[in-house]
């Protein structure tokens, strides 16, 4: 049977959901970068990068190749920037219309006093 859209796109968020992957996706938006610059760019331990990086591969959105000893990671397709791009957007109204309601309610608190 197969699984329905909707589960589909739910399972695709939830790979995406965790801290370590979204930053690597930023990192990589602006071409490929070596494994040892992901690290001193986030600050995590080696090994859980290593586990957030075969997540991201094993979904098919980053690639990874070697060059010599260095392997160089990359975004599998342009439409990942493009949704990290689209996320940053809607993040950004969502935290303006937070900000518009938190001084309205401070107005609002200091007119009824």
């Known amino acids: 049977m197969a699984v329905p859209l909707y589960q589909a796109k739910a399972d695709f968020f939830r790979m995406l959901a965790h801290p370590v992957r979204i930053r690597v996706l930023e990192l990589l938006q602006d071409g490929p970068v070596p ?9 995590v331990e080696p090994s859980s990068l290593s586990q957030q990086l075969a997540v991201l591969r094993r979904s098919g959105i980053v690639t990874s190749a070697r060059d010599g000893s260095t392997v160089v990671y990359a975004l599998a397709d342009g439409d990942v920037a493009v949704l990290m791009s689209v996320a940053r957007t809607i993040l950004a109204q969502v935290l303006t219309g937070q900000n518009e309601l938190l001084a309205e309610l401070r107005k609002n608190e200091v007119v009824s006093r």
């Open 35 to 43: 494994v040892r610059k992901l690290l001193t760019a986030i600050e």
